[in-house]
């Protein structure tokens, strides 16, 4: 009898959302753009496109080619390892407590633009801008792999060069919160980002202060 286990049966979680995600982002590409943004993507409370199960759908769509590659190179990368070593129950609440959580902080923080906001004319643009793509979802795994593995080395694509996972995650976040400081006007959700590192900051501290009261070796 083999004892061979196919990949997707050890990371089901990461395979799953790879598909959907790459199913969600032809639908998009075959189907009419405009009408699955309307329904999936995350727009801001007050808009008359926003639905309740936003927070969850906007992190399966993506604008471009180079959105959803990317970010699914990450979950590819960085998730395999964070679910065999979570477990499947545990990296599936994860990834969406950051995902849902870095929509929450979008949200928030959309309303703070919006009270700032002195023409009628830039609101009702703003409440007509989605917010898609799963990267706040994957600055959170970004987090857990620096906590659990954080003199792990992790080689860069842009540029080519080795660095510890600790420092990887402060960098990105430091480049996050001056982006944000600076209101770079590039299109991306940095504050989601942001959103989603700190969510996942707050569950694995959680998780880590539970398993260590019930004196499991779990992460530490």
Known sequence: ????????????VVYNLLIANVVAYLATMLLDTNQMYALFALFPIGSPFFEVWQPITYM????????????????????????????????FIYYFTCGIGAALVQLGMAEVDIMNMESQGAIWNYMLTPTVGASGAVFGLLLAF???????????????????AKWFVV????????????????GI????????????WL??????????????????
């Open 1 to 12: 009898m083999s004892n061979y286990r196919s990949p997707m049966s050890e990371t089901p």
């Open 60 to 91: 399966f769509l993506h604008g471009d080619f180079s959105h959803i590659f990317f970010n699914m190179f990450a979950l590819w990368m960085f998730g395999r390892g964070l679910e065999m070593e979570m477990g499947s129950k545990r990296f």
């Open 146 to 164: 620096g906590m659990m593995h954080p003199n792990a080395t992790i080689m860069l694509l842009i540029p080519p060069i080795p660095m510890k």
């Open 171 to 186: 960098i990105y976040g430091i480049i996050e919160l001056l982006l944000i400081i600076f209101q770079a006007q590039d």
């Open 189 to 200: 959700a940095h504050f989601a980002h942001l959103g989603g590192m700190f969510w996942g």
């Open 203 to 220: 569950l694995m501290l959680f998780w880590q202060r539970r398993d260590r009261n019930r004196n499991k070796e779990y992460y530490y």
